[in-house]
DNA sequence: CAGTATCCGATGCGATACTG
DNA sequence: CAGTATCGCATCGGATACTG
């Protein structure tokens, strides 16, 4: 059986929504992802074959379009109207999320090439200087089953970013040594930057400007500053 | 494969969230159901497995507790503070529910006792004279393979509201005649109240008071007051 | 009534291989 | 690169039967 036989409206959004992987796909296209392999980097455990599917199903449900490139092979996938405005139901579900569902850490689950991924698209231009710059990220103290991967460069320029696994040859601004760990814990609101450079899981070197304003060019995940419950028992 | 082996809130959400049926439970909770009969009652298709299933895993999520009945087998079924706070996420997609996932309306699919369970959930019983009032719907036209169910009361009475299928005895103040669509068309805010009676769709019988204040103490859906977008090409 | 245990069929989904 | 077709297994979930 398919469907919930319910005229309401929460049921009828259920029948495309509440499937495996079709909220985070919706997150991904919202997040500014166009490209069959640009919404994969966001969803490193989804199947190529899975991706396509929903990616047909939300089309046919209207909430994504999609058509060929202009030039090269490929399509490029739009969110629609009607996906603009399911923001707000994924806003208010990732806010219940950061107070409800954040389970204790567990390091065996952190993807820092994902991680990274997700910093690329919230970086504060307004807060840099013009020209390009370029910070190293050193990490430590990954689990071992982590894909081989201790350094990466970020590459801030012109309003966008980009993230190199291998070493792009400029020249590097401002070097973040990290403790894997730690990195995830600021990213997600779980811990202060401030506190975890003390803790010493973080640690910039750099010019005096960069090093300072870091914390505020740097934003944190879309729901780190969301208040977590008093703790009630 | 479990999860999706990411530490964003939403994908966390919806590990627990974005199960077949979780959603629509989560809603009858917080509509008030209480009882596993009760819940079912909102959700005829599920099956008792599932439903007793999907509490245990909300129960495991903190999201549901259950007790023992004082009284009586059973158990009572509460959301907690967790789940209070879902109201949000689900308020959230039933409005884009309404707004952009109302297909056209399947009269097979309409569920007449589902109907008469949501409508005794949203009546304005301040607008209502104190005594206990009964209503009689006498529905016609619907789909053959609909269950056997052509008449229902309303009793509304100290604040709380039953649905039963057989004559409860009482004196009946109201009768509604109606369309099963057309009175679906109205719940769901397809239409208005006025347009179905002018349609012929809709009649009511009984007490010149009871009659004009009908339509402010049958409040609708929760969303039926949802602006749909534009119709735009 | 208020569920739970068992069984088994449907389908969801990943792996692999293939295509323009 | 950017996907799609096929296959086979794993799990999901409904039906049935059972229990206090």
């Known amino acids: ?15 495309t929504f509440a499937e495996r992987w079709t ?7 919202l997040a ?10 966001g969803l490193p455990l989804i199947s190529r074959t899975l991706l396509g599917q929903r990616l047909r199903e939300l089309e046919a449900a209207g909430i ?8 090269g092979r490929g399509r490029e996938y739009r969110p629609t109207q009607a996906a603009e405005e399911f923001r707000e139901v994924l806003d208010r579900l990732g806010e219940w999320g950061q107070r ?10 952190l993807d820092l090439p994902l991680l990274m991924w997700n910093v690329r698209r919230r970086i504060d231009f307004a807060r840099l200087p013009a020209r390009r710059i370029v910070v190293r990220f050193d ?4 689990p071992a089953r982590c894909r081989p991967f201790r350094t990466c460069w970020l590459i801030l320029e012109g309003g966008g970013s980009d993230v190199c696994l291998k070493d792009p040859g400029h020249e590097v601004d401002l070097v973040v040594s990290a403790d894997a760990e730690a990195m995830a814990r600021v990213w997600t609101g779980a811990i202060s930057f401030g506190q975890a450079v003390r803790d010493g899981g973080l640690r910039l070197d750099g010019p005096r400007d960069l090093v300072r304003a870091f ?3 740097l934003l944190l995940s879309h729901f780190a500053h ?5 703790r009630v028992v």
Chains 1, 2 share one sequence.
């Open 1 to 15: 059986m398919k469907g919930y036989g319910q005229f309401c409206p929460i049921a009828m959004a259920c029948e």
């Open 23 to 29: 909220p985070l796909i919706l997150r991904e296209l």
């Open 32 to 41: 500014g992802g166009r490209r069959f392999n640009e919404l994969r980097q």
């Open 64 to 71: 994504v379009q999609s058509r060929p490139l202009a030039r």
């Open 100 to 109: 409800w569902a954040t389970t204790q850490f567990d390091p065996d689950n």
């Open 139 to 142: 990490f430590r103290a990954f």
């Open 215 to 217: 914390p505020s060019w």
């Open 226 to 230: 969301v208040q977590r419950p008093a």
